[in-house]
């Protein structure tokens, strides 16, 4: 049995209580997403393991990037990509660079990327949209292979009133940029996608964005 955070279980932290029996819930376990299910007849925060062990997607993240030998990453901070920032600013083998505001985010990215250090943009969703004229007069005017991770804020998984707008005119906005852009997919690895989002920035030279979930980023 696996008891909530409300009674300081040892075991991990739940991170949806269920209301009902037979309905799953995830819970973390040294950085491990696990699937659970309340046991029957059980109403007091119970809940009994499945066997399925689900990867913690942020890590697979930040291997991935290490694997395709990112040498840098440049970032305008948001509150989903904060821990996973801290993690990228310990890694032995990647530079992270913080900017006070998008353009200049994109400025610092598509020098570094041209100086060839191979470079990945870290913003909010509502970051790529300030920072469009930069992105089609430069990125995509000069055929720059940058990849963009942006947290997809106001999407489903993030129902808060002031980002409901962003996550609205997200997917109209870089498409009627004519942006390459892929919505990260929550049942398929998150390994592959990014791994697919570098390799077509580099072959196609152009600035690509992958939108991320809340599970994708926060650590």
């Known amino acids: 049995m696996i008891s909530g955070p409300r009674y300081g279980s040892p075991h991990g932290k739940l991170d949806r209580m269920p209301l009902v029996v037979g309905a799953n819930v995830t819970i973390t376990v040294n950085n491990v997403r696990r699937s659970v299910l309340p046991a029957a007849g ?11 062990v689900l990867p913690h997607r942020p890590s697979q993240l930040l291997d991935t990037l290490g694997e395709l ?25 990647m530079q992270l660079i913080r900017a006070t505001h998008e353009e200049e985010a994109l400025a610092i990215a598509c ?24 992105m089609v007069s430069l990125a995509m005017r000069y055929q720059i292979p940058l990849l963009i991770l942006a947290s997809f804020r106001g999407a489903p998984d993030d129902p808060v009133f002031y980002h409901i707008p962003k996550g609205r ?11 390459h852009h892929a919505v990260v997919r929550p049942d398929a690895p998150i390994a592959s996608q990014v791994k697919a989002a570098a390799t077509y920035a580099e072959e196609a030279s152009q600035p690509v964005v992958l939108l991320m979930g809340r599970e994708d980023v926060q650590w």
């Open 169 to 179: 005119v997200t997917l109209p906005v870089l498409r009627a940029m004519g942006l």
């Open 42 to 52: 059980c109403r007091c925060r119970c809940a009994k393991m499945m066997t399925e």
């Open 69 to 93: 030998d990112f040498q840098m990453a440049v970032t305008v901070p948001d509150g989903w990509l904060g821990q996973l920032l801290v993690q990228i600013e310990n890694h032995v083998d």
């Open 111 to 134: 020098g570094a990327r041209i100086g060839g250090a191979r470079t990945v943009l870290l913003v909010q969703n509502v970051g790529i949209i300030t920072m469009g004229a930069g």
